[in-house]
C-alpha cells in the first residue's frame, strides 16, 4: 500500500474522499456513439488491412481512460473528445505505416532494450507517469516495480472499492504507457536509420556556417510583375496543359473532398428576451435577500452558470465583474441587478463571508475505515486518543496501510470548480485548524484523523452567492426565426436558387472549397454530424434539408457545389492558378529582357516602372522582404551568398518582380565564434532527423489510406 500513498501526492483529495468517484473506469455518453451504418463496418484502411469501427472504439476508449486518470477527472469535453479521437486515428495510422515498413527492415524493440530505457528512466514518456522520485522528479524504476509487485501479489477484493479501483486503473494506465513506449523506440529506431543515411560534411557545414552568421547589405533595382497588366499577356489553353502536366504530382489528392455552399442562421435574444431576462434577475435579486433562503438549492434553481460553493476562495475566483465588486460589497446585502457587457449577462450577487484564510495548508492525515459506521468511529477515537497521548502518527499510519505523509492543499486545487459536501467540509476545516491541531474528522462511511503542520499566505476569501444569468434567445424567437428560414428552405429547392435568393431574404450564401469529412463538423459548427454526413452521400447540386444544430443556436442547409474525388484533380479546377503562374512567368521574361544589358544600379533606374532599394542583413538562411515590391524573395539571399562585391548580378526572377543587385557590405556575427566544423555537422544532422520525421508523410501517401469515420463518429 505505500507504493499507492506515495503516486498520490499530486491529488491529495482524490485519495481520501470516499464519496469521490476515482477516475471512474467507464467512458462518458460521447464515446456510444457507435452504430452501424448501412451495413457497413469498417472506420477505414490503412495499407489495404481495414479496421474496423469496434477496434477503434476500443482503442479510442482506452486512450480517454488514460487521458481522464492522467489529468485527474471524471469527464472531457466535446472539443477533448473530438482531439482524442484524431489523436488514435493518427496513431494508428502511423503505427500501421510503421509495423510495415519495420517488418521489411528487420526493426524491432526487444525486452532488453525496453528494460535498459526503464532502468535510465530519462525518455520523455516515462517522465509523465506518476512513477517520480519526489526528490528529484525524475522517473524511478524502483517504484514502478514496487507498484507492479503489489499488483501481482495483492487480493484486489479484499481492498476498499477506491483502492481497488485506483489500482486497476494504474495498471491499465502504465500498459498503455508501456505499449506506447515500445512504439515510440520502434519508430525512433526508424528515423535514426532515415537521419543517418544523411550525412554531412565539413564543406556543408561551412557553407551552413556562413550562411547563418553572414550577411551582406545590397542595392537592389526591381521592376515589380504589377508594372505589367495582365490584359498585355496572352495565354493558351495547350500552355495551361502543359504546365499541369509539368505539376501534376502537386494536384493529386488522396482524400475524397466536397466543395460546399452554405447558409449558418445564427439566432440570437430578440430586445424582449432580454427585457424580460432582466425582469428575472431583478426578481431573484429579491429573493436572495431573504435571511431563510437556502443558498445552494434557490442558486441552482435560477439558472445561474456560477453554482453556490460552501468554501470561501479569493476573490480571483469569482468571474472578474463579480471580482471587482466584492471589496466595497456589504456583508448580507443583495447588490443591484446589473449588466455585464463583457459577458452579456444579468447579474446579482450576495457576499455571504468574507474571512481571512490561508491560501495552503500543509497536513497529513490517517484514513480509517471500518466494518461500519459504528466500528469506523470506535477505531478513529482510537488513534485520535492514541496520538494525542503521544503515539508518532507516521508509525500509526503505516499499521493501517498508509504512510501518513505531508501533503499540501492550496486554493488552486478547488477554486473555480463545484466542491462537494465531504470535499467542503474537509476544505474548511484544513483552512480553520491551528498549526499543529489534530482534529477526528467524522464524514460518515469514513473518519479522518487529521493534523495541520503549516499555514501559508493568510488571505481574505469570500462566500457569495451568485445569480449570473448570460442572455439567451426565448423559445417565441427561435420558433420565428425557424419558421422564417424554413419557409426560403422550402421555397428554395436548388443551389441555382439559393444563390439567386438568399441575399435578398437577408441571409448569407458562404462556400467551403474542399472540404473533408475528418473536419467533424460543417464550418466549425458543433451538433453539424448529420449534416457531414449527408454532405459526403449527396450528389453534386443537391440541397440538404434544414438542420438544427450548435448549442440548440443554429440552423443550417448545405448544398454541394462539387466533388473531387481520390487522384488528380482536374486541370480545371486548378486553371487560374495555372494561368497565374504563366502570366508571372511570361512577365519575368519581358522584364528580364529590359534588364538585360544595364551595367550598373544607375543604368537601371533610367528603365521606365524601375523602384530602387538598399536592404541590410541580408542572409542565406532567412527570406528577404523587399519592401519596394512588396514581397518576400529567398532567392535574393541565395544570390547575395556567392556574389562578388560591388558587382551587379544579372537580372534575377523573384516571386513579386525582377530583380538585378550588388552586394555592397558584407558583415559576420561577432557573436558567432570560430567555426567548428564537428558543431556545425551535429546541427546539420539534427535538421536531418527533423527531415526524418517528414519521411513519414511520404509512406502515409503510399499507404492508401481511407478515413470513413465520419459514418459513425
Known amino acids: 500500500m505505500a507504493t499507492l500513498q ?421 476544505i474548511n476545516t484544513l483552512n480553520n485548524m491551528a498549526k499543529n491541531e489534530l482534529k477526528n474528522l467524522d464524514l460518515g462511511q469514513v473518519n479522518l484523523i487529521l493534523q495541520v503542520l503549516d499555514r501559508k499566505a493568510m488571505t481574505d476569501k469570500y462566500q457569495v452567492a451568485i445569480v449570473k444569468r448570460p442572455v439567451d434567445f426565448s423559445k417565441e424567437t427561435y420558433n420565428k426565426a425557424y419558421n422564417n428560414f424554413s419557409q426560403f428552405v422550402a421555397a428554395n429547392k436548388t443551389l441555382k436558387d439559393l444563390e439567386a435568393n438568399a441575399e435578398e431574404n437577408g441571409y448569407r450564401l458562404l462556400e467551403r472549397k474542399n472540404f473533408m469529412s475528418s473536419e467533424h463538423n460543417v464550418s466549425n459548427i458543433s451538433g453539424t454530424r448529420e449534416a457531414l454526413k449527408w454532405v459526403f452521400e449527396a450528389e453534386e447540386g443537391e440541397v440538404s434539408p434544414l438542420y438544427e444544430c450548435g448549442e440548440n443556436n443554429h440552423m443550417l442547409i448545405v448544398a454541394v457545389s462539387g466533388i473531387n474525388e481520390i487522384g488528380y484533380t482536374p486541370v480545371e479546377k486548378v486553371k487560374n492558378e495555372l494561368k497565374s503562374e504563366i502570366i508571372r512567368n511570361k512577365k519575368a521574361e519581358k522584364l528580364m529582357a529590359e534588364l538585360k544589358n544595364v551595367k550598373s544600379i544607375n543604368d537601371a533606374k533610367a528603365i521606365a516602372n524601375v523602384v530602387t532599394d538598399t536592404i541590410k542583413h541580408v542572409t542565406f538562411s532567412a527570406p528577404t522582404y523587399v519592401s519596394i515590391t512588396r514581397g518576400s524573395e529567398p532567392v535574393l539571399g541565395a544570390y547575395a551568398a556567392n556574389a562578388e562585391l560591388n558587382k551587379l548580378s544579372a537580372p534575377i526572377k523573384g516571386n513579386s518582380g525582377v530583380y538585378v543587385m550588388q552586394v555592397i557590405g558584407k558583415e559576420d556575427n561577432a557573436q558567432a565564434g570560430q567555426f567548428n566544423a564537428g558543431t556545425e555537422e551535429e546541427k546539420l544532422n539534427a535538421v536531418a532527423a527533423r527531415a526524418a520525421t517528414r519521411f513519414m508523410n511520404d509512406l502515409y501517401m503510399g499507404a492508401n489510406v481511407k478515413d470513413e469515420r465520419y459514418l459513425f463518429f
Open 6 to 426: 506515495k503516486i498520490r501526492s499530486k491529488g491529495p483529495l482524490l485519495v481520501i474522499i470516499i464519496g469521490l468517484a476515482l477516475f471512474a473506469f467507464v467512458a462518458g455518453d460521447a464515446w456510444k456513439a457507435l452504430q452501424p451504418h448501412t451495413g457497413k463496418q469498417d472506420v477505414g484502411e490503412i495499407n489495404g488491412e481495414k479496421i474496423s469501427a469496434q477496434d477503434y472504439q476500443n482503442l479510442v476508449d482506452e486512450y480517454t481512460e488514460v487521458y481522464k486518470f492522467s489529468r485527474q477527472t471524471n469527464a472531457v469535453s466535446d472539443a477533448e473528445l473530438t482531439q482524442i479521437k484524431d489523436e488514435v486515428w493518427n496513431t494508428l495510422v502511423s503505427s500501421k505505416i510503421l509495423e510495415k515498413e519495420a517488418a521489411e527492415l528487420g526493426l524491432k524493440v526487444t525486452d532488453a532494450e525496453m528494460k535498459a530505457t526503464l532502468a535510465e528512466g530519462s525518455h520523455p514518456l516515462l517522465q509523465q507517469t506518476p512513477f517520480r522520485n519526489p526528490q528529484t522528479g525524475a522517473f524511478d524504476v524502483d517504484m514502478l516495480k514496487k507498484f507492479l509487485n503489489e499488483v501481482a501479489t495483492m487480493d484486489l477484493n479484499q481492498l476498499p472499492q477506491q483502492y481497488a479501483e485506483y489500482y486497476v486503473q494504474m495498471s491499465n494506465y502504465w500498459n498503455f504507457i508501456e505499449k506506447t513506449l515500445r512504439q515510440s523506440l520502434l519508430m525512433e529506431k526508424y528515423q535514426a536509420i532515415i537521419s543517418n543515411s544523411m550525412i554531412s560534411n565539413p564543406i556543408a557545414a561551412k557553407e551552413s556556417f556562413d550562411g547563418t552568421n553572414s550577411s551582406m547589405n545590397v542595392l537592389v533595382a526591381a521592376i515589380p510583375y504589377t508594372a505589367v497588366a495582365d490584359s498585355t499577356v496572352s495565354v493558351s489553353d495547350s500552355e495551361i496543359k502543359s504546365l499541369y502536366n509539368e505539376k501534376k504530382e502537386m494536384y493529386k489528392q488522396y482524400a475524397e473532398t466536397r466543395d460546399i455552399k452554405y447558409i449558418d442562421v445564427l439566432v440570437s435574444a430578440s430586445q424582449e428576451d432580454r427585457n424580460q431576462l432582466e425582469k428575472e434577475v431583478a426578481e431573484y435579486a429579491q429573493q436572495l435577500a431573504a435571511a431563510d433562503v437556502e443558498l445552494a438549492p434557490f442558486i441552482r434553481s435560477t439558472g445561474s452558470t456560477i453554482l453556490f460553493s460552501e468554501v470561501p476562495v479569493k476573490s480571483s475566483a469569482y468571474p472578474r465583474d463579480i471580482a471587482n465588486k466584492l471589496d466595497t460589497a456589504k456583508i448580507g446585502v443583495v447588490s443591484a441587478p446589473y449588466y455585464n457587457r463583457a459577458d452579456d449577462s444579468f447579474n446579482a450577487f450576495k457576499v455571504i463571508a468574507k474571512v481571512n484564510e490561508p491560501d495552503s495548508v500543509q497536513y497529513r492525515l490517517i484514513q480509517v475505515i471500518a466494518a461500519d459506521e459504528a466500528a469506523t468511529n470506535t477505531l478513529a477515537d482510537s488513534i485520535y486518543t492514541a496520538i494525542k497521548s503521544g503515539a508518532d502518527f507516521a508509525e500509526l499510519a503505516k499499521k493501517y496501510g498508509q504512510d501518513g505523509q505531508e501533503m499540501w492543499i492550496s486554493g488552486a486545487q478547488y477554486e473555480g470548480t463545484p466542491v462537494e459536501a465531504e470535499n467542503a467540509t474537509l
